[in-house]
T-cell receptor, first 111, second 113 residues
Framework: NAGVTQTPKFQVLKTGQSMTLQCAQDMNHNSMYWYRQDPGMGLRLIYYSASEGTTDKGEVPNGYNVSRLNKREFSLRLESAAPSQTSVYFC??????????FGPGTRLTVL | AQSVTQLGSHVSVSEGALVLLRCNYSSSVPPYLFWYVQYPNQGLQLLLKYTSAATLVKGINGFEAEFKKSETSFHLTKPSAHMSDAAEYFCAVSKYNFNKFYFGSGTKLNVKP
């Protein structure tokens, strides 16, 4: 039982490049979330998916897109990366007790 | 919109001393509240949660938190700090549908020997 997994762990991009962050959970959870973590700002919700086939915006969705590929997988895409998107990205899923389970994170640097 | 305020970005205590990490929320309706811990280079792990069953909530590793509606607070405490408690702690709030969670800015706990 791996919980929530994220790939890659680290990534360096140049401004304007695109990439997709992958997330998968094996706990059969319906809801999944993408956050970014910046120093002194806690975690901010980018997008969430309440169930397979649905996605919705969080606090800071600009510059990102998401896909809920199936119940297990929820990906985050940066179409044209900007230095302001340098951050640590966390994926999470929500269990039956409504607590969130987090992945190990992806450290993204945009030069 | 919901918001969460954590007073003190850094807290330092001696091993064996009381730990008190503060969290205040703003909400027009009773929220659901959570405390998470993050160790360096890891994701967040749930410490405890309040979901209206009891105002005093006990979590893992000896932590507990008390929901005080009149003060809109959900402070985290531990009677005796251990070196292994050194980490960053986040308070989070959500409404009934749990579609959105709002996190505080975090408090880094340092435990001195």
């Amino acid at each position: 039982n791996a919980g929530v997994t994220q790939t890659p762990k680290f990534q360096v991009l140049k401004t304007g490049q695109s990439m997709t962050l992958q997330c998968a959970q094996d706990m059969n959870h319906n809801s999944m979330y993408w956050y970014r973590q910046d120093p002194g700002m806690g975690l901010r919700l980018i997008y969430y998916s309440a169930s397979e086939g649905t996605t919705d915006k969080g606090e800071v969705p600009n510059g990102y897109n998401v896909s809920r590929l199936n119940k297990r997988e929820f990906s985050l895409r940066l179409e044209s990366a900007a230095p302001s998107q340098t951050s640590v990205y966390f994926c999470a899923s929500r269990g039956e007790g409504n607590e969130q389970f987090f992945g190990p994170g992806t450290r993204l640097t945009v030069l | 919109a919901q918001s969460v305020t954590q007073l003190g970005s850094h807290v330092s205590v001696s091993e064996g001393a009381l730990v008190l990490l503060r969290c205040n929320y703003s909400s027009s309706v009773p929220p659901y509240l959570f405390w998470y811990v993050q160790y360096p280079n890891q994701g967040l792990q749930l410490l405890l949660k309040y979901t209206s069953a009891a105002t005093l909530v006990k979590g893992i590793n000896g932590f507990e938190a008390e929901f005080k509606k009149s003060e809109t607070s959900f402070h985290l405490t531990k009677p005796s700090a251990h070196m292994s408690d050194a980490a960053e702690y986040f308070c989070a709030v959500s409404k009934y549908n749990f579609n959105k969670f709002y996190f505080g800015s975090g408090t880094k706990l340092n435990v001195k020997p």
